[in-house]
């Protein structure tokens, strides 16, 4: 199965990605990484919990932590039937870079260093902390913000918490922000042509250097990194009332036909399959 990288974008209202998903999600990312912590929370189920080279199952529902860049297999993969998943995506520094360092703050620092390795918890903390997760889903901005940070605190204090020891993209701090510096760049301009030349530039190597780097990096070559967020973004504006050739330039491709041929190989249906299908699902 191919690693591949998530391109997580947050809404204009807050500064954190949450997402909901009632059904299997079709098409969808399978074995993938991002550099944003990930809260997932399911309320009710079995499945197969693979993160790094941690491999097990799940039983009476799900509640895992999974640090930055640790790779892991989508929660609906194999499953059937009915299903829900509540997943909150954030940056380490999304709420400024010295956030975390307040000493009010210092067991959720520690709880987000634990989840590095992947941590899940147990069926405790499991019945405590999901209703709260559920009110992010209906809270306006600043409520919401509040709720994530007292749920982080509940899991910082978690008695059942339990490390998976699982691997990472192991990154050095100087390389972290060698990385950080691509990704910005690359999230700023993936709508445009890019040059090679300007992304080396941006983390500060030789075209040929940079290349090697990516590759080993990320386990994608600059091509493919570009096609996963170019496809990512034209899903979200495919929900939107707009021409199938105006989301095509939109997100960064200069062809249609280019744009479908790469939209059916990530997502599995064309971008017109695709928009029929999500709107003709029942709003969560």
Known sequence: ???????????????????????VQQGSLLWHY???????????????RHIGQHMSRFEGG?????????????FSFGQQGAFEEIVVQLRADFL?????LRPELAAIQQLLLRSHQGLAFGSATHTAVGPAVRRLLSQPPLPRLLTLLEVLHQLAEAPDAQSLNASRLDLNGKEQQRLSRVYDYLKQHFRRPI???AVAAAANLSVPAFCRYFKKTTRLTLTEFLQANRVNHACTLLLEDRPI????FASGFNNVSHFNKTFRKHI?????DYRRQKLQQPPS
């Open 1 to 23: 199965m191919k690693l591949q990288y998530e391109s997580v974008q947050s809404s204009a209202d807050s500064s954190f990605t949450l997402l909901h998903y009632t059904e």
């Open 34 to 48: 991002h550099p944003e912590y990930e809260l997932v929370y399911i309320p009710r189920g079995q499945g197969r």
């Open 62 to 74: 799900e509640l895992v932590l999974i640090g930055p860049n640790l790779p892991h297999l989508s």
């Open 96 to 100: 400024g870079p010295d956030f975390w």
């Open 195 to 197: 040059d090679v030349r």
């Open 245 to 248: 050739t105006e989301v095509c």
């Open 268 to 272: 599995g249906l064309s971008p017109s």
